[in-house]
T-cell receptor, first 111, second 118 residues
Framework: GESVGLHLPTLSVQEGDNSIINCAYS??????FIWYKQESGKGPQFIID?????DKRQGQRVTVLLNKTVKHLSLQIAATQPGDSAVYFC??????????FGDGTTLTVKP | GAVVSQHPSRVICKSGTSVKIECRSL??????MFWYRQFPKQSLMLMAT?????????EQGVEKDKFLINHASLTLSTLTVTSAHPEDSSFYIC??????????????FGPGTRLTVL
C-alpha cells in the first residue's frame, strides 16, 4: 500500500546551522503535502504545506521543496534554534482528505 | 483561531473498563474529524474518519466495536475505548477539518490524550 517514509530517523545540528529533513512518498496521486512538528506529549503542529503543482514554498525560516519526479519532499529550517528540537513528520493527503504520516525524524539542536 | 481541544489530557483506568475521550473544535465547525493513535516513538496511525451525522469510517485492522466513535455535532466527536486492555495504552490524537478553512485540506490537531490501562 501507499506509504510515506523518512530517510533518517534522527538529525543532530548545531544551533544556528540550517537543518534539512527529508521524506519519501510513494503515492504519486497525492496532491497535498504537509510538514508537522510534534513536541513530546503534544499533538502535531502545522509547519508548512505545499500542493503538487508547486516545487517550493517558503515560510518564516522554513522552506519545503517538492520533487515529484522522485517523489521526495524536504523541509529546510534556517538558523535552527533549540526550540526547533522536536519530531518532524511529513504527511500526504489523499482526495478523501486523510493524512498518511511518515515515520518521523527527531531533530536535536545542540547549543 | 482553529483550536481543537481534547479531554481528558491523561487517563488511567483498570483493564476491562471503558474510557471516553472528547474532541472539540472550539472556534470552527468541524465537518470531518479524524482519530489517530500513536505508540511511543512511532508515527501517527489513522484509526477512523468521522463526518458529522454519519457513521465513522474505520481503517483496516481497527475494530469498530472496540473503538466507538460518535460525531453528533459539528464541534464534538467522542472516541470510546470499550473494555480497555493494557495493549490499548497509547496516545490518542484527534484532528478536525473545516472545508471552509485554510483551503479545506488542513487538519487542526488536538493536544492528545494519554491513555494508560493497568
Amino acid at each position: 500500500g501507499e506509504s510515506v517514509g523518512l530517510h533518517l530517523p534522527t538529525l543532530s545540528v548545531q544551533e544556528g546551522d540550517n537543518s534539512i529533513i527529508n521524506c519519501a512518498y510513494s503515492n504519486s496521486a497525492s496532491d497535498y503535502f504537509i510538514w508537522y512538528k510534534q513536541e513530546s506529549g503534544k499533538g502535531p503542529q502545522f509547519i508548512i504545506d505545499i500542493r503538487s503543482n508547486m516545487d517550493k514554498r517558503q515560510g518564516q525560516r522554513v522552506t519545503v521543496l517538492l520533487n515529484k519526479t522522485v517523489k521526495h519532499l524536504s523541509l529546510q529550517i534556517a538558523a535552527t534554534q533549540p526550540g526547533d528540537s522536536a519530531v518532524y513528520f511529513c504527511a500526504e493527503n489523499t482526495n478523501a482528505g486523510k493524512s498518511t504520516f511518515g515515520d518521523g525524524t527527531t531533530l536535536t539542536v545542540k547549543p | 483561531g482553529a483550536v481543537v481541544s481534547q479531554h481528558p489530557s491523561r487517563v488511567i483506568c483498570k483493564s476491562g473498563t471503558s474510557v471516553k475521550i472528547e474532541c472539540r473544535s472550539l472556534d470552527f465547525q468541524a465537518t470531518t474529524m479524524f482519530w489517530y493513535r500513536q505508540f511511543p516513538k512511532q508515527s501517527l496511525m489513522l484509526m477512523a474518519t468521522s463526518n458529522e451525522g454519519s457513521k465513522a469510517t474505520y481503517e483496516q485492522g481497527v475494530e469498530k466495536d472496540k473503538f466507538l466513535i460518535n460525531h453528533a455535532s459539528l464541534t464534538l466527536s467522542t472516541l470510546t475505548v470499550t473494555s480497555a486492555h493494557p495493549e490499548d495504552s497509547s496516545f490518542y490524537i484527534c484532528s478536525a477539518r473545516d472545508p471552509r478553512l485554510a483551503g479545506g485540506n488542513e487538519q487542526f490537531f488536538g493536544p492528545g490524550t494519554r491513555l494508560t490501562v493497568l
